[in-house]
Antibody, heavy 119, light 112 residues
Framework: EVQLVESGGGLVQPGGSLRLSCAAS????????MNWVRQAPGKGLEWVAY????????YHADSVKGRFTISRDNAKNSLYLQMNSLRDEDTAVYYC????????????WGQGTLVTVSS | DVVMTQTPLSLSVTPGQPASISCKSS???????????LYWYLQKPGQPPQLLIY???NRFSGVPDRFSGSGSGTDFTLKISRVEAEDVGIYYC?????????FGQGTRLEIK
């Protein structure tokens, strides 16, 4: 069964850092691009970042550029999101989602991990 | 950024009746490769989004045939021929022709 499981969320103060992880199983992780998408409480979906299979292509949304960094370790079947200089508006459920290539659809999505930025 | 505008933002439908959601993009989603990068997702309560339709009109694996997508350029529609109770949730359109990937605001479907 194809599965994505996020972890690493929690409560952090403004200006703090957090590293999210996404563990992949049930498929050849190194053959797929990956994404992070977030959803603020009661709000819609916002794409955050994309990384290609070999990490050669990386994109970040302007809202997180310079603060967040997407990365992956194909040997560990894992995706990461390093989040620095966190702001109140970064509070959201963060989902990892698989895509076969840039511009392709997201499937599946993980269950998400909640990040709360608050003092 | 490509702005995705969905209408209506909510709809209440009697089981067995049809439903339709519109999604308009601020720019054409037709790429030079011939593909149109428009997708539809459904987020059921308490769950992550799930893919329904890819590239305008292709039903994803396992999606019931009561769901259909149509449109071109900047104007797209998701139709449910006969709504069932399990269809409740929030429907999102998404474009990926241009960075950043953007989603519509979402359309909440409830059952009467």
């Amino acid at each position: 069964e194809v599965q994505l499981v996020e972890s690493g969320g929690g409560l952090v103060q403004p200006g703090g850092s957090l590293r999210l992880s996404c563990a992949a199983s049930g498929f050849t992780f190194s053959s797929y691009s990956m994404n992070w998408v977030r959803q603020a409480p009661g709000k819609g979906l916002e794409w955050v970042a994309y990384i290609s299979t070999s990490s050669s292509t990386i994109y970040h949304a302007d809202s997180v550029k310079g603060r967040f960094t997407i990365s992956r370790d194909n040997a560990k079947n894992s995706l990461y999101l390093q989040m620095n200089s966190l702001r109140d508006e970064d509070t959201a459920v963060y989902y990892c989602a698989r895509s076969s290539a840039w511009r392709n659809w997201f499937d599946p999505w993980g269950q998400g991990t909640l990040v709360t930025v608050s003092s | 950024d490509v702005v995705m505008t969905q209408t209506p933002l909510s709809l209440s439908v009697t089981p067995g009746q049809p439903a339709s959601i519109s999604c308009k993009s601020s720019q054409s989603l037709l790429h030079s490769d011939g593909k149109t990068y428009l997708y539809w997702y459904l987020q059921k309560p308490g769950q992550p989004p799930q893919l329904l339709i890819y590239e305008v009109s292709n039903r994803f694996s396992g999606v019931p045939d009561r769901f259909s997508g149509s449109g071109s350029g900047t104007d797209f529609t998701l139709k449910i021929s006969r709504v069932e109770a399990e269809d409740v949730g929030i429907y999102y359109c998404m474009q990926s022709i241009q960075l950043p990937i953007t989603f519509g605001q979402g359309t909440r479907l409830e059952i009467k």
